[in-house]
């Protein structure tokens, strides 16, 4: 089975601080992304990279950066944590970035932001 | 993504079959039929996936209306982790990315 593997489950920052999450996965998989998911927002796609060094801007990428500097790792990082970043942090893995490919989930960071 | 629409929440007893139904009247020809769920507290889980045919894996099958318009996921026998919310999915060929919906919250009851 595939594992993506996120670096923490629940994560407290303040205001203003540079945040990382970090995102394994284990399937030599071309493509991973990063989501936020939110009560009533449903998953929107903040970044997504399809090969090493490689990266495309999802629907809500501004106050985000990424890194995928090696296959198995992608990184999300919040330059300047703010409050409305508080959410759940999702990384997905797919073998190819077509439409028939399953996504393959970590179980996610709860971020908040104080 | 064309829309899908599922009912807000379902319940079933453990070990009966549970049917949940997606519309998705909008559906074009390339767009693949996606179900996820996701427990609580983790990510979502991959489901099953189908365009066309009726697909069967070790988890569910997945019925498809022949004209595309609808679809049902089908759990067999349902146990107690099978609670969970489930989403379906449209994905076109060349998609890349998820959009979720709101879901169907499955309740199951011992």
């Known amino acids: 089975d595939v594992k993506v593997t996120q670096s923490s489950r629940y994560l407290v920052k303040r205001t203003g601080e540079k945040v990382f999450l970090e995102c394994v996965q284990d399937?030599?998989?071309?493509?991973m992304f990063w989501y936020r998911q939110d009560p009533g927002l449903g998953l929107r796609l903040i970044y997504f990279?399809?090969?090493?060094?490689?990266?495309e801007k999802g629907d809500i990428p501004e106050g985000y950066s990424v890194s995928r500097e090696k296959k198995e790792r992608f990184s999300l990082i919040l330059e300047s944590a703010s409050t409305n970043q508080t959410s759940m942090y999702l990384c997905?893995?797919?073998?190819?970035?077509?439409?028939?490919?399953?996504?393959?989930f970590g179980d996610g960071t709860r971020l908040s932001i104080l | 993504d064309a829309k899908t629409t599922q009912p807000n929440s379902m319940e079933s007893n453990e070990e009966e079959p549970v049917h949940l139904p997606c519309n998705h009247s909008?559906?074009?020809?390339?767009?693949?039929i996606h179900w996820y769920r996701q427990l609580p507290s983790q990510g979502p889980e991959y489901v099953i996936h189908g365009l066309t045919s009726n697909v069967n894996n070790r988890m569910a099958s997945l019925a498809i209306a022949e004209d595309r318009k609808s679809s049902t996921l089908i759990l067999h026998r349902a146990t107690l982790r099978d609670a969970a919310v489930y989403y379906c999915?449209?994905?076109?060929?060349?998609?890349?990315?998820?959009?979720f919906g709101a879901g169907t919250r499955l309740t199951v009851k011992p």
């Open positions: 999915i449209l994905r076109s060929y060349n998609n890349n990315d998820m959009r």
């Open positions: 399937m030599d998989h071309e493509n």
């Open positions: 997905a893995s797919s073998l190819y970035g077509q439409g028939n490919q399953p996504q393959h």
């Open positions: 909008t559906i074009s020809g390339t767009d693949y």
């Open positions: 990279s399809y090969d090493v060094k490689m990266k």
